[in-house]
């Protein structure tokens, strides 16, 4: 079973930038296409962005269009979420999980807050 581990939330400003990682174990990563979800207080978890087995193939919620990037590291088991140009309606606690998503996949996620 695949165990996933979100970091890399915080505190931003308006217009600021983070970085999220999602470490996996096993050594079938490479194998799952892999996506970014969040999850906003009071609201339904969305979709954010997802990447395939290769990394060479992405693609994004509207919502997030053009200011995030999804990128990962098959080497290191790894998948990114590059957000820019945040804003107060991108807090949520961020997760990432396979796409689509394993229900016993979940991680702890990471809490993303953006104050205007």
């Known amino acids: 079973q695949v165990q996933l581990v979100e970091s890399g939330g915080g505190l931003m400003q308006a217009g600021g930038s983070l970085r999220l990682s999602c470490a996996a174990s096993?050594?079938?990563?490479?194998?799952?296409?892999m996506g970014w979800l969040r999850q906003a207080p009071g609201k339904e978890r969305e979709f954010v962005a997802g990447i395939n087995r290769s990394g060479g193939s992405t693609y994004y919620a509207d919502s997030v269009k053009g200011r995030f990037t999804i990128s990962r590291d098959n080497a290191k088991r790894t998948v990114y979420l590059q957000m820019n140009s945040l804003k107060p309606e991108d807090t949520a606690v961020y997760y990432c999980?396979?796409?689509?998503?394993?229900?016993?996949?979940w991680g702890p996620g990471t809490q993303v807050t953006v104050s205007s």
């Open positions: 999980n396979q796409d689509p998503p394993r229900a016993n996949y």
């Open positions: 096993g050594r079938t990563f490479s194998t799952y296409v």
